[in-house]
C-alpha cells in the first residue's frame, strides 16, 4: 500500500497513476529489475544536507549524486548526504529508503536531475519496498515543482 498522503495527494489532484507491485527490493537497479521498469524512468531519492537544511534530490536509477557537481550547481558552501538517522524521523508514513520524490509534501526541496525531466514519465518508491507508482512526468512536475539541476554521473 503506497503511502496514504501520497496517494490522497495523488487523487486529490486527479492524477492519473500505476501501482505496481513487486517482490521485495531495496537498490534501485534491484526494483528497476523487479518491477520491470527501465533504470532510466525509476527515479531514486536521496536526503541531502545544503547548509545545514534537508532537501531531496532525485536522479534516475541508472545514474549517481556526485555532491561536487551539486554543491556547484546550488552554489553553496556546504551539501552532504544525510544519514538515515537524520532523515528517518521526517518520513513517518514510509519505509527507510523508500521515501517518494515528492518533497512538497515534507517541507523540503526537490532537485530533479534532468536525465529524468525529459522522460514523458516516471516511476517511484510509493513508501515501501514492495510497490512502485507509475505516472506522467508533466503530473509529476506540476505538483512537485523539481527543480532541475545537473549532479550526477
Known amino acids: 500500500m503506497p503511502s496514504r498522503r501520497l496517494k490522497e495527494y495523488l487523487d486529490k489532484n486527479q492524477v492519473k497513476y ?3 507491485q513487486h517482490s521485495p ?3 534501485s537497479q534491484e526494483i528497476a ?4 521498469v527501465p533504470g532510466r524512468i525509476l527515479a531514486k531519492t536521496v536526503i541531502v ?3 545545514g537544511k534537508m532537501a531531496m534530490v532525485v536522479l534516475p536509477a541508472t545514474r549517481k549524486v556526485i555532491i561536487q557537481e551539486l554543491r556547484q550547481a546550488l552554489e553553496a558552501e556546504k551539501v552532504t548526504l544525510a544519514t538515515e538517522a537524520e532523515f528517518k524521523e521526517l518520513f513517518p508514513d514510509c519505509e527507510l529508503g523508500a521515501m ?3 518533497g512538497n509534501l515534507y517541507n523540503m526541496e526537490v532537485y530533479l536531475s534532468p536525465e529524468l525531466a525529459n522522460n514523458e514519465e ?5 513508501g515501501t519496498h514492495t510497490e512502485l507508482i507509475k505516472m506522467s512526468y508533466k503530473d509529476f512536475e506540476r505538483l512537485v515543482q523539481p527543480k532541475v539541476i545537473s549532479f550526477t554521473t
Do not use: L, V
Not at 516516471?122 to 510509493?126: E, S, T, Y
Open 100 to 102: 517518494p520524490p515528492f
Open 33 to 36: 529489475a523487479e518491477s520491470h
Open 18 to 20: 500505476i501501482s505496481i
Open 25 to 27: 527490493a531495496y537498490t
Open 49 to 51: 544536507k545544503i547548509e
Open 122 to 126: 516516471i516511476a517511484f518508491n510509493a
